[in-house]
């Protein structure tokens, strides 16, 4: 069916709009979803979000959320994910903790290509296996968002229809697709509306693939770990400073080589770690912000005495073009 954004919609940009615009989507999602269950892949970000607080509202335990920690999300994301909806919205959540089973198959696997084919079938294989165990749902929740559906209908990447999911579990279910005429900060203005955390709702882009993309390379559990762990110094400093919001996208790389460096009067032999933080407006150019000279030496200070593994930090001048926002 094809979807269309009504000329006439006026833009969501205040507080007033936001619960005009969800108190029109309750009434619509009870009329379609009935008595009956619905699915949702629950990630933690904005848009899966928003579309289960919004379904939460609506129909209440008939929402069932599937939350999938497949071990490359950012420190302390899986817990917030259960402590915002199932401890205070009291939704109906199926944690699924899959880090050894995706962990184990991307061992070794160095093709930055062949690693996002990895974690994205093997999400919809744990997600597909949660959905056969349920009885009753008939829909499935989806955070498709406008701009999804004019890249489709360009012919830059397919509308995720089902996700991918395969034809005995897609055919199955309905599409529920709450958000699906609104753009990003629209969206954005809607959890913030329905009470999600400020830093749910204004998190960073993430890519799908989690921090398997900023471990370059074979992906081993002690580097992951050092990728994890310099990302929250980052953004626990970023936070601190004010910067929060005002820098598009900051995270850390920790790629996979060595070199030597001394540590307490012995020599090591440890990865470095590159800082990266950028703003843009269309993600198509990416420019640089400069840090402090006080901010950077304090980084570096903590980087080197709180995470094992590193005897280096690197900051990236880098814009885009000529590199990329990410490593892989």
Known sequence: MEIRRPETMERITTKALAEAFIEEQLQALRSQIGDKKVLLALSGGVDSSVVAALL?????QQLVCVHVNHGLLRKGEPEQVIKVFRDEMNANLIYVDAVDRFLDKLAGVSDPEQKRHIIGEEFIDVFAEEARKLDGVEFLAQGTIWPDILESEAGIKAHHNA???PEDIASRFELVEPVRILFKDEVRMVGDALGLPANMVYRQPFPGPGLGVRCPGAITRDRLEAVRESDAILREEFAKNGLEGKVWQYFTVVPDFKSTGVKNGQRTFDWPCIIRAINTTDVMEVTVEH???????HLVSR???EVPGINRVLYDFT????ATVEYE
């Open 319 to 322: 814009p885009k073009p000529p």
């Open 56 to 60: 939460i509202k609506a129909v209440g």
């Open 303 to 305: 980087i080197l005495t």
């Open 291 to 297: 840090l402090s000279a006080e901010l950077m030496d």
């Open 163 to 165: 996700g991918g999911l």
